[in-house]
């Protein structure tokens, strides 16, 4: 229901866009985060919207550098990720949430209901 798209190699400093398209109409009242996990580490929190856009949320490692978006039309949710670092080497997985909390419970994974097939990205020294 949720499909992630636009990973791949950059190096870095270079730049990426993630797209999570939702299969259904209702996704677009729902908050959405992305997260992440690289190879032997546990799934982090990278950003999360609420379903009107007015609240975001960043991991203090990708504040500055990406920006979460949503095209609520489209049923879409965009990661644009800048200024990319080799520790940024990871599956992102975009996730959905049917409930909705306060900002801060949308750094956690237990605030999503559902999770797209993740998508990689890595980024060379």
């Known amino acids: 229901q949720l499909q992630a798209s636009g990973g791949g190699l950059v190096q870095t400093g270079g730049s990426l866009t993630l797209s999570c398209a939702a299969s259904e109409r209702r996704f677009s009242s729902y908050a959405m985060g992305w997260f992440r996990q690289a190879p032997g580490k546990e799934r982090e929190f990278v950003t999360s919207?609420?379903?009107?856009?007015?609240?975001?949320g960043y991991a203090d490692s990708v504040k500055g550098r990406f920006t979460i978006s949503r095209d609520s039309a489209q049923n879409t949710v965009y990661l644009r990720m800048n200024s990319l670092k080799p520790e940024d080497t990871a599956v992102y997985y975009c996730a959905a949430a049917l409930k909705r909390y306060s900002g801060s419970f949308y750094s956690t994974s237990d605030a999503y209901n559902y999770w797209g097939q993740g998508t990689q990205v890595t980024v060379s020294s």
């Open positions: 919207i609420t379903w009107s856009g007015g609240v975001t």
